[in-house]
Antibody, heavy 124, light 107 residues
Framework: QVQLVESGGGVVQPGRSLRLSCAVS????????MHWVRQPPGKGLEWVAL????????HYADSVKGRFTISRDNSKNTLYLQINSLRREDTAVYYC?????????????????WGQGTLVTVSS | DIQMTQSPSSLSASVGDRVTITCRAS??????LNWYQQKPGKAPNLLIH???TLDFGAPSRFSGSGSGTDFTLTISSLQPEDFATYFC?????????FGGGTKVEIK
């Protein structure tokens, strides 16, 4: 079955960096655009970033632009999120999510299959 | 950027009740509106896409309606497993924003 498994979360000091990974199995990873979505504890959902199926297009939320970088390695079926200059407001569960695939679309912006999430806590 | 506003932020209801949640977009998004259900400690799950299309495996007691800026999620007869938080999300353009969520609690 399809699995998305995030890793790399933890407790990090403000200003430091972190790289999250998401290992995907059970589907043809290279066909899917991918997202990172985050959720601060007890709060709502915030879309963070999107990367096209081949890595040629990236989009970011204004709140993370310039600090976060989404990337992928289709040979390893893995999605990444490089997070720099961490702030306390970046504390959240970070989910890796597939974009719903529609023929002819670069991405649909439908959040289809979700991982279990990895918690990033920014604290001194 | 398009903003999404959901109401109410929470509600209490009994099993068997009809429940309605509304979502408003800050500009027209046609029918590019999706609904997600999230249970505590779990990732969200896509319930309805394109405003009114039930996603795979979603129970038929869930329905969605609306277009343009105003949308509604209806649960026709609330079941125990429906107590959760519901989020709307626009898929019209980037950034794909979510509403603030509606927590459905047991009365």
């Amino acid at each position: 079955q399809v699995q998305l498994v995030e890793s790399g979360g933890g407790v990090v000091q403000p200003g430091r960096s972190l790289r999250l990974s998401c290992a995907v199995s059970g589907l043809t990873f290279s066909h899917y655009a991918m997202h990172w979505v985050r959720q601060p504890p007890g709060k709502g959902l915030e879309w963070v970033a999107l990367i096209s199926f081949d890595g040629s297009n990236e989009h970011y939320a204004d709140s993370v632009k310039g600090r976060f970088t989404i990337s992928r390695d289709n040979s390893k079926n893995t999605l990444y999120l490089q997070i720099n200059s961490l702030r306390r407001e970046d504390t959240a569960v970070y989910y890796c999510v597939t974009d719903r695939l529609f023929p002819g679309d670069l991405f649909s912006l439908y959040f289809d299959l979700w991982g279990q999430g990895t918690l990033v806590t920014v604290s001194s | 950027d398009i903003q999404m506003t959901q109401s109410p932020s929470s509600l209490s209801a009994s099993v068997g009740d009809r429940v309605t949640i509304t979502c408003r977009a800050s500009q027209s998004i046609s029918s590019s509106l999706n609904w997600y259900q999230q249970k505590p400690g779990k990732a969200p799950n896509l319930l309805i896409h394109s405003a009114s299309t039930l996603d795979f495996g979603a129970p038929s007691r869930f329905s969605g309606s609306g277009s343009g800026t105003d949308f509604t999620l209806t649960i026709s007869s609330l079941q125990p497993e429906d107590f959760a938080t519901y989020f709307c999300q626009q898929s019209y353009s980037t950034p794909p924003a979510f509403g603030g969520g509606t927590k459905v609690e047991i009365k």
